[in-house]
């Protein structure tokens, strides 16, 4: 068989503020790859379906000099993320051609992966659409759901305040903690997006672009849990609006990654005052294989019994990658920002 | 016997920015009490020693409107605060003539308190001197110990950064710390605190107002541990300096008690991508039988040993307390001010 286009999307450079597509990342159709004579040298050869686009991505395209929790993109190189691929050959004896699989994987059509340490067959015996394995049933559904275990201490009765409450993780943390029996209050930037927040039982659901969180909170808080993902303005009003011994989940502050200059929180004080407890976490902290267990013997059985509802914005190709990363980091996405490379 | 002057220190109004001695609280000598006849209806006559000036008390001169932890002075009333006092009359068999008592009391020479539920018997078997009992060994060294204890999750080989290291609250933090086998930075207002915390084993001791924290941060660092009283450009640059997995401990935050424009923190992200626990606390909180038990079996002995060396910097008379008030508040005081009322 000849070689065939592998199609891959590069990060090309750091930019300043939003992420400007074709020119913070480009499309590259330069490279060629022969599925049958690439050498695996004991590995698999995959073939991506779905890449995961996340808001943490933002984080990643820096200056290499500037430290973080997870490494910078390569200039020139493919950016990189959590995908569902296929495995096409195999020279490892833990997978066979046709086996489904999650990893973390540069974003290019096809793969040759000889360290194999992190990627994880999928058995879906729910049978799952394999790309909820990026969304719901991958990492911002792990984020969610380990999030709420290890932090939240809810208790029935109890109000949370949800940010970010349409997409991919904030709407399943509402979920849950509907299930727990709490109260949810929870904000996203579009009429539509209340609209699905309803939907999936958010109790007090509102469009922050339209309607004041302050008041909001002021008239339906005070919260005992927070969960962040936007940070800024709505992290200083969740502090006042909230109640002695309050737990503040940080998991992502959007509203800040394309800043040039950061909001300034000027209300620290009611930490000490209402002795809140404030953990940031990043999922894969918590990956151990028992919470790994736990939460592939959940949520996927969840999304198929219909208890867990949530929406995927797909986008197809990967030379659509710049626009969906910039519609992630402008909240232009509805539900789960997903790009498709191949349905199988 | 006939009545006697009954000295009071009373609140008067609500300050802006820094309380003024004199006008936001004033000294009052009206009152006039019979030791002898005074009616006790079951409780018991206490007459004060030393009275506690803490940071906190700021954050009690405020409108009653204004919502806080602990509640506001009232106007017109006498202060309030932990103090030391010696019981003269009993109409309760807890206590006698003669038992030394730490207690939460109005600033007066003279009080009868017939709730006695908060009111605890000092043995003192190590016969420290009675106003450590509102220091190193009163709330101050509680809030130090068991904040310590409870939050800090400290191992050896690791660095923590202290604020108001000479104070009554950091000094006994930095000399847990090196007991327990930490690397200890440490700031404070003036060169003479500086030295102070050279001896008592601070490694890297500095003075805030000369010498840049976040500099000091940046050579000393990265720190494990930051031991928050000051809050503001103080716990931003702490924020930079901290590593994975930190821990903030909020005890206080001085610098923005008199700010009528309180500082913006701006790299609150840290929270995430260092995965930091910050927890608020107020030590009342933490005052069980079992950590109270703990607290007193310990420290006072240390304090006899000389294991645990701190300052105190007493003003003599009820009159003075509106100078100390604003000391503590402008970092005036040299060591745990006390306001002593009498010796015995």
């Known amino acids: ?99 489904h699989v999650w990893a973390f994987l540069p974003f290019q059509e096809y793969v040759v992966q000889t360290n194999v340490a992190h990627v994880k067959l999928l058995e879906n015996k729910e049978n799952i659409p394999w790309s909820n394995y990026v969304g719901a049933a991958g990492m911002p559904g792990q984020t969610a759901y380990l999030g709420w275990k290890i932090f939240s201490k809810a208790k029935k009765g109890e109000t949370v305040f949800v940010t970010t409450g349409a997409g991919p993780v904030g709407s399943i943390v509402a979920q849950l903690a509907k299930l727990g029996g709490l109260k949810v209050i929870a904000s996203a930037g579009s009429d539509e997006k209340v609209e699905f927040m309803k939907k999936i039982g958010v109790d007090v659901a509102f469009n922050y672009k339209t309607t004041d969180t302050v ?87 969840m999304i198929a019994k219909g208890e867990l509802v949530f929406l995927e914005d797909k986008k197809y190709g990967l030379d659509k990658v710049g626009e969906a990363i910039l519609d992630v980091q402008s909240g232009k996405n509805h539900g789960k920002s997903v790009i498709v490379v191949a349905e199988e």
């Open 1 to 99: 068989m000849a070689p065939i286009k592998n199609g891959r999307h590069l990060f090309n450079e750091v930019p300043v503020g939003y992420p400007v597509p074709g020119k913070t990342t480009v499309y590259d159709e330069s490279e060629t790859i022969d599925l049958e004579t690439v050498p695996l040298n004991g590995g698999i050869l995959i073939k991506a379906l779905s890449f995961s686009i996340d808001p943490y991505m933002r984080g990643k395209m820096r200056a290499p000099t500037k430290k973080s929790y997870s490494p910078p993109y390569a200039i020139g190189e493919p950016l990189n993320n959590h995908a569902v691929g296929v495995v096409l050959r195999s020279e490892n004896p833990s997978f066979k051609a046709g086996d």
């Open 215 to 301: 008041k909001v909170l002021e008239e339906h808080g005070p919260i005992d849990i927070y969960w962040d993902n936007v940070g800024g303005a709505t992290l200083e009003a969740a502090l006042d609006a909230a109640n002695p011994y309050a737990r503040f989940i940080e998991c992502g502050m959007i509203s800040q990654y394309n800043q040039t200059s950061p909001y300034g929180v000027k209300n620290l004080m009611n930490i000490v005052g209402k002795r809140l407890s404030i953990n940031g976490f990043i999922v894969s902290d918590h990956m151990t294989p028992e919470n790994a267990k736990d939460f592939y013997d959940t949520i996927p059985a």
